[in-house]
C-alpha cells in the first residue's frame, strides 16, 4: 500500500544545522552572559597569578580604605585586607562549590530518577516517598538543620546544599523516564535482549541527558546564592577564609559606615548569578532543536503572509482556487521551500487528489489553504488562495476562524491524535457542531448522534458517550469524518484519512466518503502517496513532486497512460494482485533537499528520460488533450 514512501531518506536531514555555539551567540542575552560569565571565571582562575596581596592577611594601618585610595582598586575591609584579592578568591571558593554541589546533586538525583522511572512499581514508590521525605521540610531550613549537625563549614555547606537540590533532579528526571521507558524504541531494545543496564544508560540516558544539563545550568546560579546564604549567616566558608556569601556578612555591619565592602560581593554575586541564568536560557534553547525552529512556541493564530503581487482572482463558482501557492519553512539561516508554486482548482462537489511522496509538499499545501502551517518556522510567501469568491490568504483571524471547521473541513491522517482523549466522541461531535452555530444542547445531540449514524457508527445512540480509545482506529476515523461534515462544508481536506488503516477499513471509509459527499455535493482535496486509493474515490488527480504539481488530470486517464516520468515510476510501484512476478520498479534515488532545489527539472536526477535541456530552465506545465497538463518537456514519452 505504502510502496511509494520506500527510499526516500529525509532529505533535510543533511541540511546543516548551525554549530551550538553559534546558535548561543546568536542568542544577544545568551552572549552577554557567556561574555560575563567568561570574564569572572577567567579572573577567578588567575587569581594565585594576579600581583595581588595575599587575601587573608591583616593589616590594622590600612583599615577600611575606600576604593582607588592608598593603592588599592576596589579599597579594603575592617581588618585591612585587600577587597580585590577578597573578591576573586572568595569567587573563585562560591563558584568552586555552587558548581560541585550542582555536579552532586545532578548525579545523585538523575541516577535516583532514571531508576526510579525505568524501574516502576515498588521501587519507585520506595524512591519517590524518600525524595518526598526530604522535599517535605522548607529548604533553606533543612540546609540549616544539616550544617547545624555536621557543624560549620564550606565542605558541610556543600553537601547540605547538594542534598536538598537531589529531589529536584529526581522528579523531572524521573517524570522523563516514565514517559520514555514505555516508548517503542525502548520496548525494541528490550525485544533485542539488552540488560536493564544498557536499556538504561543506552536508550533512555542519551534522551534525559539534555535535561539534566539544562536542569543543571539553570541550578547553578541558585546553588551559589544558597552557598552563600549560608556563609552569611556564617555556616559556610569560616574565617579567614573568604567566599562571597561571608564577605557580604562581614561588610554587613559596616552598611552604612563604610558601604563598599558589602556593595562590592553583592555586585559580584549579582552579576555571576545573572550571567550563569542567561547562559542556561540560551543553552536550553540551543539543547532544544524544538525550541528554536518554533516547534514548542504557541504557533500564531494563522501562518503569516508574506507575498508580493497576488495573482488575479478566479473565475465565480470555484469551490476552492490555489493560484501559484508558495510556501517555506523558515529556520535559522535554512529555507525549505516546501510549497513552490501550485496551481489548483475544484469545482463544486469535485474530488480531487493530490498524490506524491513523503515529503513532497502535501500537507503544506493543504495546511495552507486555511493558514493552518505553524508560524513560526512556517511563511506563506506567494499566491492566492480563493474559497468562496474570497481570498484566504487575506483573511481577518475572524474570518479564518468562522471558515474553519465551517465551510471548509479537514480530516487528518491519524484520528488517535486529532480526537481529545478526555470527551466522549458524543461531546466532540456536538462541540464542532456548537462552534458555528447557535443550537441547544437537545437539538446538538440529536444532531450528533444523527451524524454517527450517517457515517455508519453502529448503535450510535448507546456510543454517544464512547471514548476513542474504547473504538478502533478505523470508527475514530469515521467520528472525524461526523465532525467534518457537522456543519455541511463546500470543501473537505482529507490528509491521509486512510493511511492509518487496514485495507478492508480503509475501503469502507473512502466509500463512505464518496456517498456522503455526492450526497451533499461537497468538493474534496483527498491526499495521499497511495495511486491505489485515487481510483476509488476521485475524479481527478494531481502529482506532486518537491514541492510544486507535476501532472494534473482525469483519474482513469492519468492512471492508464501517465504523462510525467514520475507519475509513471509511482504507479508502477504498486504492486497488482494474481501478478507476483512483475518487477516493482521504485523510483531510485531521493527528493532534492527543499532548501537546495536545482534549477530546471526537479526530477530530472531520477528521470529514465531526461536530457540536458531539462535541467537548463523552469519547466512549464504543458497543455495535453483531454484536459491534463504535465510539467515535462517530453510528456508521455516512453523509454525504448
Ligand atoms: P507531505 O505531506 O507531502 O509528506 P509535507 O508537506 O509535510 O510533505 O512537507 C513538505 C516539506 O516541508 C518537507 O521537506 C518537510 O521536511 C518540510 N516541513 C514540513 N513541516 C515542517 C516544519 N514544521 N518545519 C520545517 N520543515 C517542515
Ligand atoms: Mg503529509
Not at 103 to 114: F, M
Not at 476 to 503: F, G, K, S
Not at 537 to 548: E, H, K, Q, S
Request: proline residues 7%; neutral net charge.
Amino acid at each position: 500500500m505504502a510502496a511509494v514512501d520506500a527510499g526516500t531518506a529525509p532529505a533535510d536531514a543533511a541540511g546543516g544545522r548551525p554549530s551550538p555555539l553559534r546558535l548561543l551567540l546568536a542568542n544577544r542575552l545568551s552572549a552577554l552572559g557567556l561574555l560575563l560569565l567568561g570574564a569572572i571565571v577567567v579572573l577567578a582562575l588567575a587569581a594565585p597569578l594576579l600581583p595581588m596581596p595575599d587575601p587573608d592577611v591583616t593589616d590594622p594601618a590600612r583599615r577600611l580604605l575606600v576604593p582607588g585610595e592608598g593603592g588599592t582598586v576596589l579599597g579594603t575591609d575592617h581588618l585591612g585586607r585587600d577587597l580585590l584579592a577578597r573578591l576573586l578568591w572568595g569567587t573563585r571558593v562560591s563558584l568552586l562549590v555552587g558548581v560541585a554541589a550542582t555536579a552532586a546533586a545532578a548525579l545523585a538525583g538523575s541516577l535516583i530518577g532514571l531508576v526510579a522511572g525505568y524501574a516502576g512499581g515498588r521501587i519507585d514508590g520506595a524512591l519517590m516517598r524518600g525524595i518526598d521525605l526530604v522535599m517535605a521540610f522548607p529548604y533553606i531550613l533543612l540546609a540549616l538543620g544539616i550544617v547545624a549537625v555536621l557543624g560549620p563549614g564550606l565542605m558541610n555547606a556543600l553537601y547540605a546544599i547538594a542534598l536538598v537540590n537531589v529531589p529536584f533532579f529526581a522528579r523531572t528526571v524521573r517524570g522523563i523516564t516514565l514517559g520514555l521507558s514505555r516508548r517503542e524504541f525502548v520496548d525494541a531494545a528490550r525485544l533485542s535482549g539488552a540488560s536493564h543496564a544498557a536499556i538504561l544508560f543506552g536508550e533512555v540516558l542519551p534522551n534525559v541527558l539534555p535535561t539534566i544539563v539544562v536542569t543543571m545550568s539553570t541550578t547553578v546560579g541558585w546553588m551559589i546564592l544558597e552557598t552563600a546564604g549560608l556563609s552569611f549567616l556564617g555556616l559556610g566558608a569560616q574565617p579567614p577564609q573568604a567566599d562571597l556569601g561571608s564577605m557580604l556578612g562581614e561588610g554587613r555591619k559596616l552598611l552604612f559606615s563604610a558601604p563598599h565592602v558589602a556593595v562590592i560581593p553583592g555586585l559580584m554575586i549579582f552579576a555571576l548569578v545573572m550571567a550563569i541564568n542567561l547562559v542556561g536560557d540560551g543553552l536550553r534553547d540551543v539543547l532544544d532543536p524544538r525550541l528554536k525552529s518554533g516547534a514548542l512556541a504557541a504557533p500564531g493564530a494563522a501562518t503569516v503572509v508574506r507575498r508580493g503581487a497576488v495573482p488575479a482572482a478566479p473565475a465565480d463558482g470555484t469551490a476552492l482556487s490555489i493560484r501559484d501557492l508558495h510556501t517555506e519553512f523558515h529556520t535559522g539561516a535554512r529555507r525549505l521551500r516546501a510549497v513552490g508554486g501550485v496551481d489548483l482548482e475544484l469545482a463544486p462537489g469535485e474530488r480531487v487528489a493530490l498524490v506524491g511522496e513523503s515529503g513532497s509538499g502535501k500537507s503544506a499545501t493543504a495546511l495552507s489553504l486555511l493558514r493552518l502551517v505553524p508560524s513560526p518556522p512556517g511563511v506563506i510567501t506567494g499566491g492566492r488562495v480563493t474559497i468562496g469568491g474570497s481570498d484566504q490568504l487575506a483573511a481577518s483571524p475572524e474570518e479564518l476562524r468562522r471558515l474553519r471547521g465551517g465551510r471548509v473541513a479537514y480530516v487528518f491522517q491519524d484520528p488517535a491524535t486529532s480526537l481529545h482523549p478526555l470527551f466522549s466522541i458524543g461531546d466532540q461531535v456536538v462541540e464542532a457542531l456548537r462552534a458555528h452555530r447557535r443550537l441547544s444542547r437537545r437539538d446538538a445531540e440529536a444532531r450528533a448522534t444523527d451524524l454517527l449514524e450517517r457515517v455508519r457508527i453502529p448503535s450510535a445512540a448507546a456510543r454517544f458517550g464512547a471514548y476513542p480509545h474504547e473504538m478502533s482506529g478505523g470508527m475514530r476515523q469515521r467520528v472525524c469524518i461526523a465532525m467534518a461534515l457537522a456543519n455541511d462544508p463546500d470543501l473537505i481536506v482529507a490528509d491521509e484519512p486512510t493511511t492509518a488503516l487496514d485495507v478492508t477499513v480503509q475501503a469502507q471509509v473512502l466509500g463512505l466518503l464518496r456517498t456522503l459527499t455526492d450526497e451533499r455535493g461537497a468538493a474534496v482535496l483527498f491526499i495521499t502517496h497511495d495511486f491505489a486509493v485515487v481510483s476509488e474515490l476521485c475524479d481527478r488527480v494531481a502529482v506532486m513532486y518537491a514541492g510544486r504539481i507535476v501532472e494534473v488530470g482525469p483519474t482513469r486517464a492519468v492512471l492508464d497512460d501517465p504523462a510525467h516520468p514520475y507519475t509513471r515510476g509511482l504507479i508502477d510501484c504498486v504492486p497488482i494482485l494474481g501478478q507476483p512476478r512483475r518487477r516493482l520498479d521504485a523510483i531510485a534515488g531521493a527528493p532534492p533537499p527543499a532548501d537546495r532545489l536545482p534549477t530546471g527539472c526537479a526530477f530530472a536526477d531520477r528521470c529514465p528520460v531526461v536530457e540536458p535541456r531539462c535541467r537548463q530552465g523552469e519547466i512549464a506545465m504543458s497543455q495535453l488533450p483531454d484536459g491534463r497538463a504535465a510539467r515535462c518537456l517530453k510528456p508521455q514519452s516512453r523509454i525504448a
